[in-house]
């Protein structure tokens, strides 16, 4: 009896490395709310004020510029850890024994008493954690083929929105329960509840040390690359070092990306654009929803339950789902539905604004924003990976991963000034307007993605 189409297309789930991906998922989503989300309600209820919060967002920068040091993570091989382990592990533990040690950091300053430490730890640990991605992203990309990447980004996502929920729910419900003066800001529950954080890192560096490299046979195009790259500079009069040097450099920094305009031509502006303010509406709303949590009166346990809990479930959901639609529908489509709907729940926050203080409203707004988010988070990662070339994968994915999130990034850091100018309602409105555009770009994408395909 012939299985199902839509059974089959559940089937992809049960890969090995596509299981895998869940637990580099949870190290690679961590790190990340412990410096941006849940790190932004620590410092409101330490009496950090909205702007400095909303400036402190760019923070999450190191990601958007993580295409600078992408080049040495991809090619260069780091002292006794790659030989133990490979490049991309070797990368990946190292950057996860620096994430635990910034986080303890963090752990052990007050933002009350003296805000700088704390930012610079945060700093520390987005550097790390972005170093981390990079490793992270080129083993997805390399550990399986192209049919399965909606699959693995969708089990990647689960396993980042666990992390979520440990570093969101997780973080606040620790401080909650240390916390002995609820109506008054107390620094030692968050001293605890970061460093169960760091600790917590144990479950990425014990998933690096189990997975096996990714299987890839040498790319035959780039070998040809380097040889002809090392005989044009032999010819310009280089040798010995400094040849190996400028060829290494070539090769790993000039190489991914004139391969990536190469491959997509004029179409290579267009498919930056849609990356650069894809994810523009969520990255942007994100930095304020947790001071607009405190401010509309929710309590720790509440934004743990609703928002940390619910939410992060609700995305898993999405994730899983966007991961089958991409497999049933296709990317683009997938793309565009992911886009309409991140752009129009936003505007269910500025109902949830004029509600007051309403747990069943937060439930349902949460709700749905969270399950659009993950529907479109699979569609733009199976996107992202399918645009990549495998001899680049760790240069090529880092430079999309950034360009994703430097203009929204940048933006985001004025939130806390728009609302202390305009109020909430109105932030919440611009939000999704500036997903406008992004339908229009991938419209756009999916037309030239066609008349290549008929080529």
């Not at 144990?202 to 490299?213: D, H, K, P, Q, Y």
Request: aromatic share 12%; charged share 10%.
């Amino acid at each position: 009896m012939p299985t199902h189409p839509w059974l089959a297309a559940f089937k992809v789930y049960a890969h090995p490395r596509v299981v895998g991906m869940l637990f580099l998922g949870f190290s690679s989503g961590l790190p990340l709310l412990l410096v941006l989300g849940t790190l932004s309600f620590w410092l409101r209820e330490a009496g950090i004020d909205r702007a400095t919060i909303g400036h402190l967002s760019w923070v999450g920068l190191a990601y958007g510029f993580k295409w600078m040091w992408s080049p040495l993570v991809d090619r260069m091989s780091l002292p006794l850890l790659t030989r133990w382990l490979g490049r991309r592990r070797a990368w990946l533990l190292l950057s996860q024994i620096v994430i635990v040690l910034a986080l303890l950091g963090m752990a052990n300053t007050d933002p009350a008493v003296d805000l700088q430490p704390t930012i610079l730890f945060a700093l520390a640990v987005a550097f790390a954690s972005a170093t981390q991605d990079i490793a992270m992203d080129a083993y997805r990309i390399e550990a399986v083929t192209q049919e399965k990447q909606g699959a693995m980004a969708a089990t990647y996502q689960a396993g980042y929105r666990i992390a979520m929920i440990t570093a969101g729910a997780g973080v606040l419900w620790i401080a909650s329960a240390v916390d002995t003066t609820p109506d008054a800001y107390d620094f030692n529950p968050w001293h605890v509840a970061y460093l169960v954080m760091a600790v917590c890192m144990a479950v990425g560096i014990l998933a690096t040390l189990t997975i096996r490299e990714p299987e890839l046979a040498p790319n035959p195009v780039a070998q040809q690359e380097a040889s002809e790259v090392h005989a044009w500079l032999a010819g310009k009069g280089l040798s010995g070092k400094l040849l190996t040097a400028a060829a290494w450099l070539y090769t790993a920094v000039l190489s991914p990306f004139m391969d990536f305009v190469r491959r997509f031509g004029w179409q290579a502006a267009l498919i930056l654009a849609l990356i650069a303010i894809y994810r523009i509406s969520d990255v942007v709303m994100g930095v304020m929803s947790n001071p607009f949590y405190v401010d509309m009166g929710y309590s720790k346990d509440e934004v743990a339950t609703v928002s940390k809990v619910f939410g992060v479930i609700m995305t898993i959901a999405g994730a899983g789902l966007g991961g089958v639609l991409t497999a049933r529908m296709g990317v683009m489509r997938t793309l565009f539905l992911g886009a309409v709907l991140s752009a129009a729940t936003n505007l269910l926050f500025v109902w949830l604004a004029g509600q007051g203080h309403d747990v069943s409203a937060l439930v349902f707004t949460v709700s749905a924003d969270n399950l659009s988010a993950g529907i479109a988070s699979s569609a733009f990662v199976a996107y992202l990976s399918g645009l990549t070339n495998s001899a680049y994968s760790a240069t090529q994915y880092a430079l999309f991963s950034s360009v994703m999130l430097l203009l929204p990034k940048f933006i985001a850091g004025f939130s806390g000034d728009f609302v202390d100018a305009y109020g909430y309602a109105d932030f919440f409105t611009g939000t999704a307007l500036l997903g406008l555009p992004v339908l229009v770009l991938v419209w756009l994408a999916g037309r030239a993605r066609l008349h290549v395909q008929d080529k």
